[in-house]
């Protein structure tokens, strides 16, 4: 039973990376304006969206799992606030960290029309801070660390953000379609 | 309802054009052209969906 | 020349009744005052809507004359600024306003008033409304969104009254004098007097006065009369349209609306016959796009292509489709922008199209009928 929960909790965090790797791509996909695999670019939207929605499902699956498995020994704390466990805190602190992080780019996308889009983009920036992070975690966390298979998936991961980093940073990516840019004057959202 | 694009933030993406192409074309340079901003309640739930998606928050419904 | 008037040219520094909201609202409903600025709205309803948003406002003279082609604000506040500030604090006592402002051309800087005031950036699109309200806010001053309307929220969150600073006078004077004096000039659809801004082919480029309707020649006249045939006149300035150079046509909304122009701020632009009228408005529109405030994409992207397509014509660089593509350009951005900018471009460009179509003709085929050869 309980190492029922330990593998449920490795598989459901692995899982998460992958999704994880993939909305960041997705991500860059959507804000490139591009159709991509023959998708429309609502598609690219929702299916980056749903992707998320559904990594928050698996790392809640990860997190709840290893709260009740024995060797893990978490505590509630644990789970909200990073590098206060005892249990190889630096390491598992950034676990903490990226479920946060996760957590706040869920919720204000969620509530995007709320908040307005200012503070959407400011606080979706952390998508980038939140997929190394999520990355480290796993890579140092897990008693698999050192397994060939988990190594590999992570290293897939990293190669599909870096490319999709990669092409965000282009030159060519801002500039389509082609058209003169806009500018956007420094406008507080006072009114 | 009316369809009302607030273009200090379009960022011409094309969503809306391709979640409400009854009302949404795109011009030459992305940008959404609005064939007609008045909104049929059969295109509501449409209009409503292409408000919600724009990445740039910049399309609106408007109550009259 | 018995047309030309001189009221707010004169000035006046008699005593008067601050009348209350209501009694405001009233006066320039019966004295059918529309506003100076360019777009023609009738003053009354702009105030009632202030004063019916139900808390206090902020009123603004709005002196910026972002317009190339007018130099009228710039006259009244430097000769009779007296009368825009009588009219500020009636309206601003009238509408119980926390503050006022006076926004001015940055020729104006050195203008002592006694009130708030702020300079406006030398950009066409600073002395739109919204753009005012957001410079008198320390924000970049370029327009906002309408969704939310000015005269609900605008400086601060307060309800703004944004009144051109000639508006603002006659307010004055028709406090003073009343309703049916101010109708004793003008026409009886478009009553009382406006300044205009005369230059181009003209003796004596200038500011003068008179009531909507007078003949055009009549404010050549007042300008010194032409010193050259004259071929065409830009009515409305930038934004404006051009009629033809008939010394009876009436400067007025009725008589201009034919030719798809009104008498907007009050610029009156004589093109002599030795000038080509394409290559006239090919430069204006090259203006008017360096001078978009680059936020919206229709606007950035359309008025360079109208401003090129337009020195292509101008330039006799005829191609196939030339014209077509003016009038594609034109549709393709009107009414695609935060403020009307785009609009009044289109507008100019149409009426050029109009006006000058026998130019258009010998430009397509390489000729060009400036300098007396129509
Ligand atoms: C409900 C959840 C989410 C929604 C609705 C959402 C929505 C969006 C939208 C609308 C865009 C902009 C597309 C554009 O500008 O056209 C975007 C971009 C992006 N998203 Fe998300 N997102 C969500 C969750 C996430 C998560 C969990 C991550 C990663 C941790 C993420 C990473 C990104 C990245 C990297 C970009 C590109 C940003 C840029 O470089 O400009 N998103 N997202
Ligand atoms: C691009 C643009 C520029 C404008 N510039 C001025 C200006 O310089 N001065 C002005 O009084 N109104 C200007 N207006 C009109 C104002 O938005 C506003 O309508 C006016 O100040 C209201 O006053 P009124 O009703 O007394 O005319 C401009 C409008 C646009 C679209
Ligand atoms: S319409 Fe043009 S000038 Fe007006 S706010 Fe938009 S970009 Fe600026």
New binding site residues.
């Given amino acids: 039973m309980t190492d029922a929960l330990w593998y449920f909790g490795r598989g459901t965090g692995l899982v998460a990376l992958v999704l994880?790797s993939v909305?960041?791509a997705l991500?860059?996909g959507?804000?490139s304006?591009r159709t991509a695999f023959g998708l429309p670019r609502f598609a690219v939207?929702l299916v980056?969206?749903n992707a998320?929605?559904l990594?928050?499902v698996f790392l809640l699956g990860h997190v709840v799992s290893l709260y009740f498995d024995p060797y893990a020994q978490l505590r509630l704390v644990d789970l909200v606030v990073p590098f206060a466990g005892e249990y190889r805190p630096f390491w598992l602190g950034l676990g903490t960290l990226g479920l946060d992080?996760?957590l706040a780019?869920?919720v204000t996308?969620?509530l995007?029309h709320r908040i307005g889009a200012r503070a959407w983009?400011a606080v979706?920036?952390l998508?980038?801070l939140?997929?190394p992070v999520a990355l480290l975690h796993g890579w140092q966390t897990g008693t698999d660390g050192t397994t060939w298979w988990l190594r590999t998936v992570a290293v897939l991961c990293a190669a599909l953000v870096a490319a999709a980093v990669a092409w965000?940073l282009s030159p060519g990516f801002e500039r389509f379609p082609d058209r003169v840019p806009r500018k956007r004057p420094v406008l507080e959202e006072a009114r | 309802m009316r369809l009302h694009v607030d273009w200090t933030a379009c960022?011409g993406?094309g969503?809306c054009a391709e979640l409400l192409p009854e009302l949404i074309t795109e011009d030459e340079w992305g940008y959404p052209v609005v064939r007609t901003d008045e909104v049929s309640p059969r295109l509501e739930k449409a209009a409503g969906r292409a408000v919600d998606?724009c990445?740039?928050l910049a399309l609106h419904l408007l109550r009259r | 020349m018995i047309t030309m008037e001189r009221r707010l040219l004169a000035g006046d520094d008699s005593p008067f009744a601050q009348p209350t909201a209501t009694q405001l609202v009233a006066l320039l409903r019966e004295a059918g005052l529309t506003g100076r600025g360019g777009a023609g709205f009738p003053a009354w309803r702009k105030l009632e809507a202030v004063a019916d948003a139900g808390r206090p406002p902020v009123v603004v003279g709005n002196g910026a004359e972002g317009e190339p082609l007018s130099g009228k604000d710039r006259a009244l506040l430097t000769y009779q600024p007296q009368l825009v500030l009588d009219g500020l604090r009636i309206v601003a006592r009238a509408l119980g306003a926390t503050a006022t402002h006076l926004y001015v051309h940055p020729a104006l800087r050195a203008l002592t008033v006694g009130i708030p005031m702020t300079v406006a950036p030398d950009a066409f699109v600073a002395g739109e409304e919204s753009a005012v309200v957001n410079a008198l806010a320390g924000r970049a001053p370029v327009p906002s969104d309408k969704r939310i309307r000015i005269t609900q929220a605008g400086l601060g969150g307060a309800p703004t009254l944004v009144q051109n600073v000639e508006t603002l006078a006659h307010i004055a004077l028709i406090v003073r004098h009343g309703p049916q004096w101010f109708r004793s000039a003008g026409t009886p659809d478009e009553p009382g007097t406006f300044l205009a801004t005369v230059g181009g082919a003209v003796a004596a480029p200038g500011v003068v006065e008179a009531g909507y309707g007078v003949r055009l020649g009549d404010l050549v006249d007042a300008a010194g009369g032409p010193v050259q045939p004259v071929q065409a006149v830009l009515v409305g300035g930038y934004h404006g349209g051009w009629v033809p150079a008939w010394p009876e046509l009436p400067v007025s909304r009725a008589a201009l609306g034919a030719y798809g122009s009104s008498p907007g701020a009050g610029v009156v632009l004589a093109l002599p016959s030795s000038a080509c009228g394409l290559a006239e408005t090919a430069s204006i529109a090259g203006c008017l796009a360096g001078q978009v405030a680059g936020q919206c994409g229709p606007c950035v992207n359309g008025l360079p292509r109208i401003a090129t397509t337009l020195a292509d014509l101008a330039a006799r660089r005829a191609r196939p489709g030339l014209v077509d593509e003016v009038t594609r350009l034109s549709a393709l951005v009107q009414g695609r922008g935060a403020c009307r900018h785009p609009d009044g471009t289109v507008r100019l460009v149409r009426s050029a199209m109009r006006a000058f179509a026998a130019d258009v003709t010998a430009h397509l085929h390489g000729e060009c009928l400036a300098g007396g050869a129509r």
Wanted: charged share 20%; net charge positive.
């Fill in positions: 994880l909305v960041v991500g860059v959507a804000r304006g939207n980056h969206r998320a929605l990594a928050v992080l996760l780019v869920v996308s969620l995007r983009r979706h920036w998508a980038y939140c997929w965000r | 960022d993406r969503l998606r990445p740039a």
